[in-house]
Each structure stands twice: as structure tokens, then as C-alpha cells.
């Protein structure tokens, strides 16, 4: 209808549509968007179609589970021995729904057909923890305790164990250490067993074989790209400049696999804590982490496999791409990437976290009747953050630490923080003032080595900094009446865009992270009844 619409004749000085001309649909109405008014309630009426999309999920549980003291304890702790053991039963089931002009993929953008889905999954599990205090006002440690736990899981086609160790130690009452050690493991969902497979769109800066749009920085089109093979192009279509998609955005054929495996992820923490006597109301926590995640439920993605063919001669990553026998496009037509769910290889990521609060009267201060301050600062510093594709490939692991784009979606800054002032008043009153700040990034443009580059001459290669500033209030006016209200963005930032930013974003920027909307006010009240 969209096509029908913009295709307008002149009848008698009368824009008419050509399908009413001759005959093909009689109901069509000119879709003018060169003129101001052009875009007429009757011409919205014959374009538009309401997409509805129906779904049903259910969950059933059902749990026995004893908790106790045992009574027995450490002889160095006057503190007892804890456990807690049980049995669990989960069904989830999901069921959804389209409309007719979604499955026909009839919605603007849609990018395929969107089929429905039904399934279900269960699980039976026995689990059991312990926490076993070992000591507590004695020389060597003013508290400590170990603390395990276990969870075996039988689904459908396989069984899973779940397990944690952890430790805690306080030398004296103002310093705590504490480590842990887990197996955490995730089986694939419904959703992911089951949806249904059709087209989709994926974003890469450019296509591998067009030798016009092709950056500089990145040398010639792979001599693989040009032969009769279903993923190559002829030599005239890679000259042709209409193999690159002006929205970045191409097609891909995603969907379920009910062959999936649990994912399994080890985690490893090692923290401090100070609570120091000399400063009253005032502590910090230092924690350190990493998290490795082994065949993670995920894509390959379609710009790895774009990747692992043209630039590693993966002949499996080849098998994957379907390119539009007309003219060669991976987004008109017919071509597509295929990239189902799958177990890749897996995901690692690590850094510090920093947590500190502390609280002043103002009295201490000689400000009297005046309340108190509350300060609190949360901030992260991430080392790494890396992606292994499983391919084996010298690409196939790549590090998005400060990047973000087609291969790392959002900003993954290695620093970010939030930090928080709030004054407690003496009149039912408190106000709070927020500092958020992310770090910088830079497009990450995948190479053959697995290195990311910022994209050579890019004019979005990076993305600021940003610092935002937030105010609120709250007002007990009754015990049972609050009003808040503030203002977030409180400069009206702008967010960092970037052309690059495709399906994984918004508006050309990532309002995962960004504020997209700019400066934003709110205000409620909550009473109880």
C-alpha cells in the first residue's frame, strides 16, 4: 500500500494514485510528503495497519522446603550451624499470537512475517545450603564463617548441578573480607527453544563486498566475495554501490533451536569492607569480579558470520549467507544471513566495584535544627568485557571494553558512576541531588585478528563523555500522603548519536544508557488507604 501510495499520476491536475488509474486497487490514496498537509487523515487511513500481538505465559510451582538451626556449633563460635534443604517442581509455558498483517509482515520496518510460537519446558530440582559460623570474638578474627550451597535440575534432555562456596572473615570489627567461588548455570527458555524463524534485521557499518562504500581502513573487498556462490557477488554488483544499505540495517533469519544447552557461567569475587570505628557512619566496599560465561545461549551474529566467511574462509559461516541472486544485496529482496540461536562460545567480563556511603548531622557541623547529609557513591571500573564467538577463528574473540556498535551494541564505558547527595530536613521534607556520569566509547569495527579499530575517519568514531545531573524532592505531608517530584537531565544534555547505532538503539543513540529524551520532569503522589 506504502509503494501504491507514493506512486501518483496526474489526473486532470488531480494527484491520483496509478493503481486507481488502472484498475489494481481502487481504494488507494496519494501518501503526499513534499507539501505541508500532504499527509491527509484519509491517506494515514489507507497506509496504517494496527499490528496486535496476543501472548499467554504460565508458570507453576510448586516447593517444599525445611530451614533450621541444628544447634551444634564451632567451638571457637557461640553462634550455631544453619541449613535449609528442599524440592521444587517449574513448568513454564508460552503461547502468542499474531495478527494476520503480522505474520504476512505487512507492518513498516517489520523486516519479515512474525510467527507465533507455543511451547513449554519443566524441570524438577533437590537443592541444599549451609552456613557454618567459625569463630567470633577471638584473637585471630573478630567474626567468621563459610557458607555452601548445591542445586541439581533435571529437565526434559539433560541435568544440570548448580553449586557456591563463599567465605567471610573479619580480623577486627572495622575490616571484612569476603570471597566466593559459584557455578551458575541457565537453560534455554521457551522463547529460545521454541520461536519461530523469519526475517529480521541486523546492523554492520558496511557490506563486506561492496568495493564503492567500502572504507578506506579497511582495504579491498576479500577476493572471496566475487565467484557464483550463493553468498558471493558478481564484480559489476560489487561496483554497483547497491550492495550497502543507507540505514545500515540488512537482513537476517532468526529464530528458536530446540537443541539448545544450558549455559554455564563461573563467577569469582574477592571484596573488602570497612566500617571504620574513628568515622561513625561512614563505610566502603571494594569488590573485585569475574564472570565467564561457557556456550552462552546466544546468535553467532550476523556480522561474525559476514566476518568469519569473507575474512577466515569459514566454509560453515559461508553455508549461513543467502545473498539476493538478483542483485546481489543482503537488504532488497531475497538475501539474508541466517543466525538462529545457538550455543556460542561464550562471554567474560571483569572489573572493580566501588560502593561507599556516609552520613553527617548537621549539628556536628553547628548548623542546628538543620537535619542531616547523606552521601552515596556506586561506581565500576570494567577491565574487560569479551565476546568468544566459537568459532575458533582469529576473530572470533574480541574484547568491547569503551566500545560499542554492531558487535558491542551499547557504550560499554570502563568507567561509570552514580553519586548521590541527599539532606534528610527536619520538617518531613528531603531532597536529593544525583551525579551520573559514563565514560567514553569508541565504534568497535571488528578486524580479521579480533581487534577493534574506531573506524578510521568516522565523524561518530567516538561518543563523549556524559555527565548528567538530577534533582528530587520528597514531602511526607500525612503518614499515609507523600508527594516527590523532580527534574532528571537537569542541563538537558544532549545524547551522543552516532549513524552507526541501527537496531540496537534509538533515534542514532543508545537510550539504554543515554537520556534520549533530554531534561524530564516527574511528580506524584502516593496515598494509602
Same mark, same amino acid.
Given at each position: 500500500r506504502l509503494g501504491r501510495?507514493?506512486?501518483?499520476?496526474?489526473?486532470?491536475?488531480?494527484?491520483?494514485?496509478?493503481?486507481?488509474v488502472n484498475g489494481t486497487d481502487p481504494n488507494c490514496v496519494p501518501y503526499d510528503v513534499f507539501i505541508v498537509g500532504g499527509l491527509t487523515q484519509a491517506a494515514l487511513d489507507y497506509v496504517q495497519v494496527p499490528l496486535v500481538y496476543t501472548g499467554e505465559t504460565t508458570q507453576q510451582v510448586v516447593t517444599a522446603a525445611i530451614t533450621g538451626d541444628t544447634g551444634w556449633s564451632m567451638p571457637t563460635s557461640s553462634d550455631t550451624v544453619k541449613v535449609a534443604f528442599g524440592a521444587e517442581y517449574r513448568r513454564d509455558s508460552l503461547s502468542s499470537t499474531p495478527d494476520v498483517s503480522f505474520t504476512s509482515g505487512d507492518g513498516a520496518g517489520q523486516g519479515g512475517p512474525t510467527i507465533g510460537l507455543a511451547g513449554s519446558a519443566d524441570v524438577a530440582e533437590l537443592f541444599g545450603e549451609i552456613q557454618i559460623p567459625l569463630a567470633d570474638n577471638q584473637p585471630w578474627a573478630y567474626s567468621a564463617s563459610i557458607d555452601a550451597a548445591y542445586r541439581r535440575s533435571e529437565y526434559d534432555k539433560f541435568g544440570t548441578d548448580t553449586y557456591k562456596v563463599g567465605a567471610d572473615w573479619a580480623p577486627i570489627e572495622d575490616v571484612r573480607f569476603r570471597?566466593?567461588?559459584?557455578?551458575?548455570?541457565?537453560?534455554?527458555?521457551?522463547?529460545?527453544?521454541?520461536?519461530?524463524?523469519?526475517?529480521?534485521?541486523?546492523?554492520? =557499518?558496511?557490506?563486506? %563486498?561492496?568495493?564503492?562504500? /567500502?572504507?578506506? $581502513? !579497511? @582495504?579491498?573487498?576479500?577476493?572471496?566475495?566475487?565467484?557464483?556462490?550463493?553468498?558471493?557477488?558478481?564484480a559489476g554488483q560489487s561496483t554497483s554501490g547497491n550492495l550497502d544499505s543507507p540505514a545500515g540495517q540488512y537482513n537476517q533469519i532468526t529464530g528458536g533451536n530446540p537443541n539448545l544447552n544450558p549455559e554455564e557461567a563461573d563467577t569469582f569475587t574477592l571484596g573488602v569492607v570497612f566500617q571504620p570505628s574513628f568515622l561513625p557512619r561512614f563505610n566502603l566496599s571494594i569488590d573485585y569480579f569475574d564472570i565467564q560465561i561457557d556456550g552462552a545461549?546466544?546468535?553467532?551474529?550476523?556480522?561474525?558470520?559476514?566476518?568469519?566467511?569473507?575474512?577466515?574462509? =569459514?566454509?560453515?559461516? %559461508?553455508?549461513?549467507?543467502? /545473498?539476493?541472486? $538478483? !542483485? @546481489?544485496?543482503?537488504?532488497?529482496g531475497s538475501g539474508f544471513v541466517q543466525n538462529l540461536n545457538n550455543n556460542i562460545g561464550g562471554f567474560e567480563t571483569s572489573g572493580i566495584d566501588f560502593n561507599a556511603n556516609y552520613g553527617i548531622d548537621l549539628e556536628d557541623l553547628g548548623v542546628m535544627n538543620a537535619g542531616s547529609l547523606q552521601f552515596s557513591f556506586v561506581g565500576t571500573w570494567l577491565e574487560s568485557l569479551v565476546t568468544d564467538s566459537g568459532t575458533?577463528?582469529?576473530?572470533?574473540?574480541?574484547?568491547?571494553?569503551?566500545?560499542?556498535?554492531?558487535?558491542?551494541?551499547?557504550?560499554?564505558?570502563?568507567?561509570?558512576?552514580?553519586?548521590?547527595?541527599?539532606?534528610?530536613?527536619?520538617?518531613?521534607?528531603?531532597?536529593?541531588?544525583?551525579?551520573?556520569?559514563?565514560?567514553?566509547?569508541?565504534?568497535?569495527?571488528?578486524?580479521?585478528?579480533?581487534?577493534l579499530n574506531n573506524g578510521g575517519t568516522r565523524i561518530d568514531r567516538y561518543l563523549d563523555s556524559i555527565n548528567y545531573f538530577d534533582l528530587a524532592a520528597t514531602w511526607q505531608v500525612m503518614d499515609n500522603v507523600t508527594l516527590r517530584a523532580g527534574v532528571n537531565n537537569v542541563l538537558d544534555t544532549d545524547p551522543p548519536l552516532s549513524y552507526g547505532v541501527g537496531t540496537t538503539g534509538n533515534g542514532n543513540t543508545y537510550p539504554q544508557l543515554y537520556d534520549a529524551r533530554g531534561r524530564y520532569f516527574f511528580f506524584g503522589i502516593t496515598a494509602n488507604f
Open positions: 501510495a507514493l506512486d501518483v499520476v496526474d489526473v486532470a491536475g488531480t494527484p491520483t494514485c496509478r493503481s486507481v570471597t566466593s567461588y559459584s557455578r551458575a548455570v541457565r537453560a534455554p527458555n521457551v522463547i529460545e527453544l521454541f520461536a519461530a524463524q523469519g526475517f529480521n534485521l541486523f546492523d554492520i =557499518d558496511f557490506d563486506p %563486498c561492496d568495493a564503492v562504500n /567500502r572504507p578506506v $581502513a !579497511n @582495504g579491498p573487498v576479500p577476493a572471496s566475495c566475487i565467484g557464483g556462490a550463493a553468498h558471493q557477488v558478481t545461549i546466544q546468535t553467532i551474529g550476523a556480522g561474525n558470520t559476514l566476518n568469519l566467511c569473507y575474512n577466515s574462509g =569459514d566454509a560453515a559461516a %559461508c553455508s549461513r549467507i543467502s /545473498r539476493n541472486p $538478483a !542483485n @546481489g544485496a543482503l537488504w532488497v575458533g577463528t582469529p576473530d572470533a574473540v574480541y574484547d568491547c571494553t569503551g566500545f560499542y556498535g554492531a558487535f558491542c551494541g551499547p557504550t560499554n564505558p570502563e568507567w561509570r558512576h552514580r553519586a548521590r547527595m541527599t539532606w534528610l530536613s527536619p520538617w518531613d521534607v528531603d531532597v536529593s541531588g544525583t551525579w551520573r556520569f559514563y565514560g567514553e566509547g569508541e565504534i568497535g569495527v571488528l578486524g580479521p585478528d579480533g581487534s
